[in-house]
């Protein structure tokens, strides 16, 4: 996973401009004030922003704490899916809008990660993420949060078959 591809998709997002995220933005906080949404779209795109400092912080400490076979897997994963242009929001017809469901899986994983005996960076993602799950909808977190289960279950298939084939050698 290349950082600048990450950073690249994101480039391209803001170069169609901000407008559909304010629309968008609009449509789902419909009772908020100018101010409000001003807010919102300005969070949003620092969230979007901080996804390639994320996955690199992460992958850094991940390698620093020898856990990069586990913690990779699922970098590459989230970073997969924000490079997909066609995805539940998608960038290719929402621009900004469209990374918004990309950056919460990075957050949700990213999240997960934290929860572990030992947090990967240590972390307080809470806000960002509810934020982003607001904005996304309820239907649409949830098909992301299974999806950041389906992630870490192969990533302990991975894990399970390097101890296998350890306990095997020895």
Request: aromatic share 6%; glycine share 4%.
């Amino acid at each position: 996973m290349n950082l600048a591809d990450l950073q690249a998709v994101i480039d391209s997002a803001k170069a169609r401009g901000q407008e559909p995220l304010d629309r968008f933005i609009k449509e789902r906080l419909p009772d908020s004030s100018d101010e409000e949404l001003q807010a919102a779209a300005e969070t949003s795109i620092e969230i979007i922003d901080s996804i390639p400092l994320f996955i690199a912080a992460a992958r850094k400490a991940a390698t620093e704490q020898q856990l990069s076979v586990v913690v990779e897997p699922l970098l590459e994963r989230a970073a997969t899916y924000f490079m997909h242009p066609v995805d539940l929001i998608p960038e290719m017809t929402q621009g900004l809008a469209g990374l918004l469901d990309d950056s919460y899986l990075v957050l949700r994983i990213l999240s997960n990660l934290e929860k572990g005996p030992r947090p990967l960076v240590n972390w307080d993602l809470e806000y960002p993420t509810a934020f982003l799950r607001r904005l996304i909808g309820e239907k649409i977190a949830k098909q992301l949060d299974s999806m950041s289960i389906i992630a870490f279950d192969e990533a302990s298939g991975v894990v399970k078959e390097l101890w296998s084939q350890e306990t095997h050698e020895a």
